[in-house]
């Protein structure tokens, strides 16, 4: 049978029920593996050229061997089911592992340093609710097709043969760095992470959507902090002396060294947008990328999970995986829902629904008392 033709902007969009956005989201995580399996590269917008993840090299790649092209892929993810997991783990590997998972590179998330004050405080609302006021944490954007990007050389390092060194980076002009865009917030609401050794519930948060001017280096230098990531997670460590421009500035990005293959990436950021009575305002801050978290979209299931990141932690596996559901989607929900066709269609996941909803009440119920 044919494989489906993939959508070039896979990977950008989530998957969400209609109107779920603005609104409050349950976070999950749990601490196992994935096997990364049929890993598969997909053109983009800009005609990038498919290809597989382990095929052979032309003889035009080998000699352009250390130099690194973002492409959008998928893989299939492969449960690695051991005796040990409780029976909710493994219904949850299992289900992730039922279809194909996209990532897009021009899809971007920045956590805040300096959290962002809430549309809703921006504007001055009386009495909203208490989700409403908390500030932004993070944003999830996608970076526009086209966008100027941070040129570099990479090449064999003078001092350790076969190994890469980035030299004459040039960051594009200040003012072709800005760009509008409709922006993701994450509002993280109050309340502690309730961990556990097998499915812990994270927090909730609250999403909006807004649209915003951002003003950074950071999107523009995405695709070197990936090459440094993808160089690093096949232990071919870039050269660090080498990040300078040919002027003399430092890069406009910091490299902080988190634990193996960890690279979180820190700039500065600006984010301009403008309340209901027409008045600009303007947030800047330092924000982080941390380049391993990857986010997946999963156009062919039919389950209640969105907002999956898994961790590339090493070549061909992934760990520390995290989904959300929507509030009104998950337990509660699905208890006074009185559709039979959909509750079949759920039933599967019944028992993992009883266990997030057990990881949440119990929290609730701790900050009760």
């Known amino acids: 049978m044919a494989e489906r033709a993939v959508d070039p902007r896979e990977g950008l969009k989530e998957r969400l029920?209609?109107?779920?956005?603005?609104?409050?989201?349950?976070?999950?995580g749990i601490h196992r593996k994935l096997d990364v399996t049929d890993f598969r590269w997909h053109p983009d917008e800009e005609g990038t050229?498919?290809?597989?993840?382990?095929?052979?090299?032309?003889?035009?790649?080998?000699?352009?061997?250390?130099?690194?092209?973002?492409?959008?892929?998928?893989?299939?993810?492969?449960?690695?089911?051991?005796?040990?997991?409780?029976?909710?783990?493994?219904?949850?590997?299992?289900?992730?592992?039922?279809?194909?998972?996209?990532?897009?590179?021009r899809r971007m998330k920045l956590t805040l340093r300096n959290k962002m004050p809430s549309y809703a405080t921006l504007n001055g609302d009386v009495l909203p609710e208490i989700h409403q006021v908390q500030p932004i944490e993070s944003?999830?954007?996608e970076i526009p097709v086209g966008h100027h990007e941070a040129t570099s050389q990479v090449r064999e390092s003078v001092h350790r043969r076969n190994r890469p060194a980035m030299s004459d980076m040039r960051r594009p002009s200040p003012e072709s760095t800005a760009f509008d865009t409709e922006v993701t917030c994450w509002h993280p609401l109050p309340g502690n992470d309730e961990r556990a050794e097998t499915i812990y519930?994270?927090?909730?948060?609250?999403?909006?959507?807004?649209?915003?001017?951002?003003?950074?280096?950071?999107?523009?230098?995405?695709?070197?902090?990936?090459?440094?990531?993808?160089?690093?997670?096949?232990?071919?460590a870039i050269q660090s002396e080498a990040f300078s421009e040919p002027d003399g500035r430092d890069s406009p990005f910091d490299i902080i060294w988190n634990g193996e293959y960890r690279h979180m990436f820190e700039g500065e950021v600006t984010?301009?947008?403008?309340?209901?009575?027409?008045?600009?305002?303007?947030?800047?801050?330092?924000?982080?990328?941390?380049?391993?978290?990857?986010?997946?979209?999963?156009?062919?299931?039919?389950?209640?999970?969105?907002?999956?990141?898994?961790?590339?932690?090493?070549?061909?596996?992934?760990?520390?995986?995290?989904?959300?559901?929507?509030?009104?989607?998950?337990?509660?929900?699905?208890?006074?829902?009185?559709?039979?066709?959909?509750?079949?269609?759920?039933?599967?996941?019944?028992?993992?629904?009883?266990?997030?909803?057990?990881?949440?009440?119990?929290?609730?119920?701790?900050?009760?008392?």
């Open 17 to 28: 029920p209609s109107g779920s956005i603005p609104g409050v989201f349950h976070k999950f």
């Open 49 to 105: 050229r498919p290809g597989t993840e382990d095929r052979p090299m032309s003889v035009e790649e080998r000699q352009d061997i250390f130099q690194f092209h973002p492409k959008p892929w998928s893989f299939q993810p492969q449960a690695l089911l051991t005796p040990e997991m409780s029976a909710e783990e493994q219904e949850l590997l299992s289900t992730l592992s039922e279809n194909r998972v996209y990532h897009h590179p």
């Open 139 to 141: 944003i999830d954007f």
């Open 201 to 236: 519930h994270e927090r909730d948060i609250y999403l909006t959507k807004e649209n915003m001017t951002i003003i950074s280096d950071m999107p523009s230098f995405k695709h070197i902090n990936d090459q440094i990531y993808h160089e690093a997670l096949n232990e071919e």
């Open 271 to 369: 984010l301009v947008r403008t309340d209901r009575s027409g008045q600009e305002h303007r947030h800047s801050t330092a924000a982080s990328t941390l380049a391993s978290r990857k986010d997946v979209t999963r156009p062919g299931a039919d389950d209640e999970f969105c907002f999956v990141t898994v961790e590339r932690s090493a070549p061909g596996v992934l760990s520390n995986i995290s989904v959300m559901m929507p509030q009104q989607n998950t337990w509660v929900a699905l208890e006074s829902e009185a559709e039979g066709k959909r509750r079949e269609r759920l039933a599967s996941s019944s028992g993992l629904l009883r266990l997030c909803g057990s990881a949440y009440n119990a929290e609730n119920d701790v900050h009760a008392v």
